[in-house]
Structure formats: C-alpha cells, structure tokens
Nanobody, 118 residues
Framework: QVQLVESGGGLVQAGGSLRLSCAAS????????MGWYRQAPGKQRELVAL???????NYADSVKGRFTISRDNAKNTAYLQMNSLKPEDTALYYC????????????WGQGTQVTVSS
C-alpha cells in the first residue's frame, strides 16, 4: 500500500523559509514524477512543482525563483524548499507521486499546512 507522509509545514513570517518533506513508501516499482500541490481556502488545488525520477523540474509561475523541488530516490523522499515566502503562499500543501507502473493510480499525501504571516 502506497503512503505519502508530508512534514515540515508551519507558521512563518513573510520573507522566511520552510522546507517540506514527503516520504513515500509502499511501491516496489519506485516512483516516477513526484511533486507538490497546494490548496488555499476557497481555491482550487494547484500545481506548485513537479520533479521527475531523472531530476527534471517544473514550477508554477507564482513560485518560480523562490521554491526549489528536489528528491532523494534512495530514500523515496521529495522536498520543497520554500524561500521568500509570501502570505499568498498560505495553503495546505499536498505531496503527489506517480508509481512506476503504467496501470497504478496516482497518490496523494494528507497535506501539511503552510501559513505565512504578513
């Protein structure tokens, strides 16, 4: 059973930094893309960043230059380094992972709250 567990969220002042971690487990095939999505109250869930198993990345325009996604394949863990945080970054951040098997579903963590005060 695949499980994604996020950690690292919290309260930070604008301009500060946080580092989120997502520990994935339960896939004997490993993971393809991993990433982070976020959802603020009253808004739709949106892509923040994705990283492939080979290390290719893409970011939402709103976080480009401030956030950095990375992963440790040996540990099946993805990270999101968030710098220069803004109040509009406040959201519940969800880890996302694709199992390396064509017929497998995608998986989501339960979310970790990031709150940026002004």
């Amino acid at each position: 059973q695949v499980q994604l567990v996020e950690s690292g969220g919290g309260l930070v002042q604008a301009g500060g930094s946080l580092r989120l971690s997502c520990a994935a487990s339960g896939s004997i095939f490993g993971f393809k893309d991993m990433g982070w999505y976020r959802q603020a109250p009253g808004k739709q869930r949106e892509l923040v960043a994705l990283i492939s198993s080979g290390g290719s990345t893409n970011y939402a325009d709103s976080v480009k230059g401030r956030f950095t996604i990375s992963r440790d394949n040996a540990k099946n863990t993805a990270y999101l380094q968030m710098n220069s945080l803004k109040p509009e970054d406040t959201a519940l951040y969800y880890c996302y992972a694709e199992v390396s098997f064509s017929s497998a579903p995608n998986y989501w963590g339960q979310g970790t709250q990031v709150t940026v005060s002004s």
